[in-house]
Structure formats: structure tokens, C-alpha cells
């Protein structure tokens, strides 16, 4: 039960004589349709989760186009998928989150790019880079570079995004060199509108099928020893042919000047930024005109020598504008006017910084710097006033605190299954001492985060087992790896599981099986509980993982012999079985599943159903905790133990009492962790259980009328 994209979908339909209105990425899915595409694939991961979703959500009208649309279990499974374009003119686009997800796939594009593409092929990564991003700050980039691959970076404008893919896919199959498409968050999740086109079904897909397999060409493989004429190819066909095509068919634009005597380069994904921070200094207008010439590189390599050396020739000087580092086209550039003897003096990073988000301040910042400097006639007094009113504001703010504002990190959802289990690990350390704990990338990499501040480490994708293999030879204490079901199935059970039954390793692994990827979007996966399987719980409200046992009998045919399954939401008894798995005599691995329903899926699957109850005037049941106030001490070890966002803290009634009670407020889905905290730690009897009954009964109701007469008794004695 997914997010639906319903409307997404109709609006892949759209044909020639409509206008598309949406987001970005949703632009570029529609573009890979009017492509031809015949077959896609990826993993999913922000910000182009939504790509992969749409066409997995659009299978019935891409079955009528014949487009073969996979969800890979990860990013090197989705890169192999391109080898279907070495040998066959098929048009294959894949998809996923850079540069973790461009890490997973390296070595199959790596083998991709060594024979080079007959059919066009096109990687749309999500640039997951700067102020928003989520993981490691790298780029793309390097790849592009040392794997010989076309490296789009449009400029953030639908109509132009939706050309390059259908010019990178042309690109690809005129050089033989796969195509990567980076698109930065902003670009993915920008609104606006173009002219769509008739969807092309492809020349072969899975109803016009191929009639026999290539013919066998050795030189097709990534093979010693054609792979030293797949380097000479790079060299003297392919890149060469890259550069006629983007000459030609002018991919990458120039916005003249009106004065024309300096000159900026610009990534293409950064040209709006760069636009709005003209706009600031005075030196554009409301349609981005401006008197500096602008040179908008949407394909970053390979780079145009003869274009560089024309755009840079007469000016008095040009600002290289390359977000993040190292600074590939700067230096690229640098070397291309010193090889053409061409004097401009040509800027970049020592004006405007070498870390970091170009955001439109930090690029006018530089632009200032570079103004100045060459047209210092030019009033920039208003654009000067601006950015010292950003650095005034911040002075003012900060001496209006009497202190930092307090630190709120990321949490977990309301409700969520993992939350207990880090209450229990919490519990369980105070009893057995620390421990190290291998974590992973999830939903419960939160834990990392207060209050709960456990992970010594994050490796990547599914490799919290494999990443503890050097610690547990050498510490007294088991160390506890802990995954999701995700990462389980993406890297987990063949570089962390296999590996640790192979080596005989002593360790403990915990795994969250809440039945989706739930970090990237809570898509489905192998261990997703089917449609019959909801039908089939009696109890529409109950947790339904348990119904499908893929990851306990894919253990078990591993030889996993020491296993555990506890609900999540228990944590007492989870508290008692990682002790237990932490302390026992059995030496091998030990896997505790801790089983709990992503709690927004739970929502999204009863909500309608508790609606339909409702409407028929069927008795509903709602769960509701709250604390005692009379008996809550102000201790606040539940909110430390639990970190829950609705259990929070209140002013104490009782004017002779200072400290703050703890409260319950509204939002909390009655999932029952702090009450099972209060047990589980022994804390303060103050919970309460509450069901709140819609619809009752007669039964209920004159009961309820006795109880309400003895109340009213009890409180006029």
C-alpha cells in the first residue's frame, strides 16, 4: 500500500497538443516516454524516488506501449540492467540516489562504459548534494570522468530537461557512451509546465519482441584483451563523437550579454541560482538578463575546447562557476586557455569558495568579488546592502538568544516499530554494559540521534554486519549489528549474513522487519505482505509482517541455528532477548528480527477501513494513552527512554510543584510504547490506557449511564 500516484500516471498519457504542469522528476519519467524507452529499472532513493514509483504505479499503460519497467533489490542490479543495450538498439534508462547509489552500481559501469552502448542508455541520478542533502558530500562527477560516461546537468527549467533527455539518449547512441543525468533536489521537485509530445512506443519492446540474440563479438565483453582497444575507442571515436554531437546540436547554451565584457560558466543545475544572485546585485533583471554573458554548460563532460576557447577569447576575464569539489571543469578549463594561449584570466573557486551549496547568496558573494574587480564602475551598492543585511540579521539574531536555540534532531515517526527497540537496546545496555552497535542506513539511523545515541558507524547500505567483522575479533563484548529489511535484501544478506556464517563469526544481528524500504518512501519489497495477506488479517488494525517469513526461511536455509523473532512494540521481552543474545554460551551468529508494520503503512491501510466502519455506524474503537498529572513526578525518564514527539511536557497543575509533568498530546496513534517503557524500566505507574468508544453499543451505553449516575454520586459525597 504505497503512495499513490494516480494523477502522475494520467499525466504520463498526455500526448502532442497538451502542456504538462508538475514537478521536475516527474517531467523527466514523462520524457524517457517520448524517448522510445524500452525498458527501465532502478533503486529507489530521494530525490528521484518518484521516477521509479510512477512507472512501477504505470505498468498497465506502459504493458500497452511494451516498456519493461523493474524495481531492483539495488543500485548494481539496476546498472547491469544496461547491458542490454551493448549488443541490442535499445533504449535503457535506470535510475537512483548519487553518489551512495552510483558507489553500489560503480563496478557494472565500470564494465558498461568498457564495450560502450549500441542503444542509448541514460542513468538519472538524484544529486543528493548541499545544504538538503543526506548523504556523503560527493559528486558524480569523478565517475563521469574516470569511466568515460556523457555527463548531463540541465538547466533547472522543465522544457529544457525534458530536451536533454531526449538529447542524452540521442547523445549516447551517436558516441556509444552511456549517459548520466545528475538532477540536484531543487531541479527534481521544481514546478513548471512544457509542451508534451506523443509517447513513442519503442522499435522493440515486450510486444515486438527480438527475433534471436546478437551474434557473438568477443570485443563486446569487458574482457582482457579488448579492453586495451575499448580505451582506444574512448579516446579517438567516442569522445570525439560526444563533442560533434553537443557542438551540433548546441546542448549546451550562451545567454549574450549586453555589454559582453565578462563572462560566467555555470553548471547547468546551478544556472538559477546564479540568475537569482544577479538579480540581487542589480546585474540582471526579471528575466535574467544581464550585461555578463553567461555560458550554461547542461552537459559538464565531456567539455567543448573550440566552445570554451570562443566564449573566453575577447573578454577581460571569466568566473568558473562549479559547484562542490574537487573543481573537475575548472581545472579542465584552465588547462584548455592555457593549451589555446588564450590570456583571459579565467576565476573560480578563490572567489567564491571551494565547499559547499552554491546557494544565491554564497554566489553573490563571489559575484561581488568579481564585479568589483572588473567593472568596478558599476553600482552595486543595493546588492551590497543585501548581503550585509543577511550577515546584520544573523548578528542581531544570535544576540537576541540568551542561549542557542535547543538542538531538535530527526526522530523517528509517531508510532514507528523502532522506536521501542531502541528503547530496549537502551535498557538492555544498562544492565550487561555499552556495546558497540554497527548501524545502517534506515529508518533507524535515527538512533543515532538523541535520546537514544547509538552507532559507532555507518558503512553503507545493508553493511552494518559486515562492517563490525574487524571489531569483534579484537572486544571482550559482543558487538550488535543492526539493519532493516531493506538494507537486508539491497546488501545485508549476502556481504554481512554470508559472510559472517562463512567465517563462523561470534556476532549479533539485529534486523528491523517493518516490511518495506520505509526510508526511501516505503516501497515494496520481497518481504512486503501481499494483498491477500491484508485481506486475510482478521484484525485490519494488527501488524501483518508476520504473515510473510521470506527473511526467517532465507535464514534458516543459510544455517542460521540461533533466531529470535519478538514484536517490536514488547519491550520488555526484546529488552530480555537481545540480553540474552549478547550473553549466551552459542558461538555463531545470532539474529533477533524485531517485527512491527512501518506505522505509516499501518496508518494508510486502517484509516480508510476505520472510515468505512464509521460511515456504516459500526462501534470503533479508538486507543488513547495519557499520563496522570497527580501522579506524574516530573522525573521525565519515560521522555528520555522514549523520545516519542507526542509525549512531551506541560506546566505542573499544582502551583507548589516546580518541575514541568509529562503529557500526552494529540497526534500520538496509541501504539502503547510508553506504557510498556513505564513497565519494561519500572518506571512511574502514571499511564493510562484510554479507549475512546464511537458508535457504542446499548450495552455500552447503559452502562455507561449507571457509571456516569455512581460518579456523579461519589463526587456530591
Known sequence: MEVSFAREVEALRLGAGSTFHGEGIIAVTKALLQSGVSYVGGYQGAPVSHLLDVMVQARPYLDELGVHVEACSNEASAAAMLGASIHYPLRGAVTWKSIVGTNVA??????????????????????????????????THAYALKST????????????MVRMVEEGFALSEASNLPAVMQLRIRACHLRGHFACKDNVAPRFSTRARLSAPAPFEYVRLAHPPVIFIHERLKVEQRLPAARRFIAE?????????????????????????????????GLADTFGTSPISILALNVTFPLLPEQIADFCRDKRAVLVLEEGQPEYIEQEILANLRRGQIATPAHGKEMIGAIGEYSAEVIATGLERFVARYLNHVDLTSGRAWLASNITRRKEVAQALAKPLPVRPPTFCIGCPERPVFSALKLAQQEIGPVHVAADIGCHAFATFEPFSQGHSILGYGMSLASRAGVTPLMKQRTLSIMGDGGFWHNGLLSGVQSALFNGDDAVLLIMKNGYTSATGTQEIISTPDEAAR?????????????????????????????????????DAMRRTVREALTTDFSGLKVVIAEGECQLERQRRIKPWIAGLMKRGARVVRVKYGVDEDVCTGDHACIRLSGCPTLTVKDNPDPLRLDPVATVIDGCVGCGLCGENAHAATLCPSFYRAEVVRNPSWRERALETVRSGARKLLLSA
Open 249 to 281: 546540436h548546441g546542448l549546451n547554451e550562451i545567454f549574450p550579454g549586453t555589454r559582453d565584457e565578462l563572462g560566467i560558466i555555470v553548471q547547468g543545475g546551478v544556472y538559477n541560482s546564479l540568475v537569482r544572485a544577479l538579480q540581487r546585485l
Open 149 to 160: 560516461m556523457a555527463l548531463l546537468d540541465p538547466r533547472p527549467e522543465l522544457a529544457n
Open 535 to 571: 485481506e486475510r488479517a482478521v484484525d485490519k488494525r494488527a501488524s501483518i509482517v508476520e504473515q510473510n517469513q521470506i527473511i526467517e526461511n532465507t535464514l534458516r536455509g543459510l544455517g542460521v541455528q540461533w533466531m529470535r523473532t519478538v514484536h517490536s512494540y514488547r519491550v
Open 106 to 139: 560503480a563496478d557494472a559501469l565500470s564494465n558498461l562504459s568498457s564495450p560502450g552502448v549500441t542503444g542509448g542508455v541514460l542513468v538519472v541520478v538524484g544529486e543528493d548534494y548541499g545544504e538538503g542533502a543526506s548523504v556523503i558530500q560527493e559528486r
